[in-house]
Structures are given as structure tokens and as C-alpha cells.
């Protein structure tokens, strides 16, 4: 006989990993209930794990050498290895057509989308006194709708850059922080107020 190339069923649903040779294999739970599986006699069982543990080398596809697989199966003859694949084929877990299921494309990464910053943001941003968390910065500007508000966030700010606070930079919040709170919405309401705390 000849070499003839066969295929694991579903194999890309079931091992998560491309572009390497596999050092493992995945087995999983669903294996213990499914139907195919558990109508095979046990030692046919291992032997399809055999076969998975091969196919793991070729991206889910293995070829059989009559004469080598009987070795790795553990079986006298090569007309005994022939049978335990006719086996396996009859209960649809090996094919000669293509069955491995769709595969994943796991190694096409999405490109990433440049982050950007509005032009209101970066107003505010030039504003505010303490350079820190830009990114949590523009999230907060969008969450809290500050475009909305520019106008008046500004003149908070230089506001409280007046305060005593703000005249030492570990005093002032972080910019998030301060959107957060909406801390331009403070009013001084007693003598001696500071803006920002």
C-alpha cells in the first residue's frame, strides 16, 4: 500500500495555537462525551490520541505508512494498523477529505488604531498644570463630557491656579481625578476656599 494522507476531524477547533509544531496537544472535556469517541473500543481510544499526538507535527494531517504507524500503534500486523484507521474513519474522526473544520486566524492581528486626541483635549491639556496620566486624562475628558463645558473648565482651572494649593504641583490632582470629580464645578462657598482640594 501506498502513503495516503489522512485528516483529524475538527482539529483547528480544537487546538489553539498556529505557526509552531506543537510539543502537546489539547484534549478536551467534550472528548469524554462525544459520541464517536466513546464507541470506540478502549485501546482504539489511545490510539486516536496517537494519531492526534502525529497529526500535531502537520497542522491536524498525518500520512500513513502502513509499516511505521503499526509500530506506533502497537499493533502485530500492518493489516491490523489498517483496520484500526478503517475504524477510526468509519466513525468519522479520521478522513482522507478535508475535515479539520475552519482555521483560525490568530496571526493576523488587528491593526491598531491610532489613539488620537481631540482638539478640545488638547486645549484642556495645555491648561492643566500637572502633566500626568494623559491617556486616563482623555478618557475622563470624554466620559465627563467636558467639550460640552470647555469654556467654563478652563476658567476653572486658572482659577485655581491662583490658589495656594496649586502653587505646589504634588497638591494639584491628577488631571482624571480632577475631571472625575468634575471639580469645575466647585463653588467657593467659604472664606478662605481652595479650589482642587
Excluded at 502513503?3 to 489553539?16: A, D, G, I, K, P
Excluded at 492526534?52 to 507535527?57: C, E, L, P, R, T
Excluded at 500637572?130 to 491617556?135: C, I, L, M
Aim: charged share 25%.
Amino acid at each position: 500500500m501506498t502513503e495516503c494522507l489522512y485528516y483529524v476531524r475538527n482539529w483547528f477547533s480544537h487546538q489553539h495555537y498556529s505557526n509552531r509544531t506543537a510539543p502537546w496537544i489539547k484534549l478536551e472535556k467534550s472528548i469524554l462525551h462525544n459520541a464517536r469517541v466513546q464507541s470506540l473500543k478502549v485501546d482504539d481510544r489511545w490510539r486516536l490520541v496517537t494519531i492526534w499526538i502525529i497529526a500535531s507535527d502537520h497542522d491536524g494531517t498525518f500520512t500513513v505508512c502502513p509499516s511505521q504507524l503499526r509500530h506506533i500503534m502497537g499493533v502485530a500486523t500492518q493489516y491490523q494498523a489498517l483496520n484500526v484507521l478503517a475504524r477510526l474513519e468509519a466513525n468519522g474522526l479520521i478522513s482522507k477529505q478535508d475535515i479539520r473544520g475552519v482555521k483560525p486566524l490568530l496571526d493576523s492581528k488587528p491593526e491598531r488604531k491610532q489613539f488620537t486626541y481631540s482638539d478640545k483635549f488638547l486645549v484642556f491639556w495645555s491648561a492643566y498644570p500637572r502633566k500626568v496620566g494623559k491617556g486616563d486624562a482623555a478618557k475622563s475628558f470624554d466620559k465627563a463630557m467636558v467639550e460640552d463645558n470647555l469654556e467654563a473648565v478652563l476658567e476653572a482651572i486658572e482659577k485655581c491656579k491662583k490658589t495656594s494649593q496649586w502653587q505646589d504641583i504634588k497638591y494639584i490632582p491628577h488631571p482624571a481625578t480632577w475631571l472625575n470629580q468634575r471639580r469645575w464645578e466647585d463653588e467657593p462657598d467659604k472664606p478662605g476656599f481652595d479650589w482642587g482640594r
